[in-house]
């Protein structure tokens, strides 16, 4: 027995994509400082970077949660979300000898995991 519903786990899953968007849109540099470090965040480079980024977040976000019950679109949206959490590990991992050790495990912890989850998630409701 599964301890969340698939539909239920990609609403938590888009719903924290708009929240986490959300927060680095209002303190990029002190969201990304976690993630890059501080001196990387204080970059305006970064800066722009990390709000690009978080309005990618905010509206996959958004678009996960207003095609939920759309039995194609759904679980299209779902899986482009895991895709993107998975060229989000990718890339942490890439640069990781870069970024401060407990940025990339954080980093590829939560990104992986959101992968899984998501690719999970959009079988369960392509398959509901």
Known sequence: MALVSPRRGAWLLAAGRVVLG????????????????????KHAAVIDLARGLAVRDVALGAAVLWT?????????LQ???????????????????????KGVIGTVAV?????LAGFYFSHRLAHA
């Open 68 to 76: 939920l019950d759309d039995a194609v679109l759904g679980p299209r």
């Open 22 to 41: 959300a927060s680095i849109l209002a303190a990029p540099e002190q969201i990304t400082a976690q993630w890059l470090g501080e001196e990387n965040a």
């Open 111 to 115: 990104a992986a995991g959101a992968a």
């Open 79 to 101: 899986s482009a979300c895991a895709v993107a959490d998975s060229v989000d590990t990718v890339a942490t991992l890439l640069a990781s000898e870069h970024l401060p050790r």
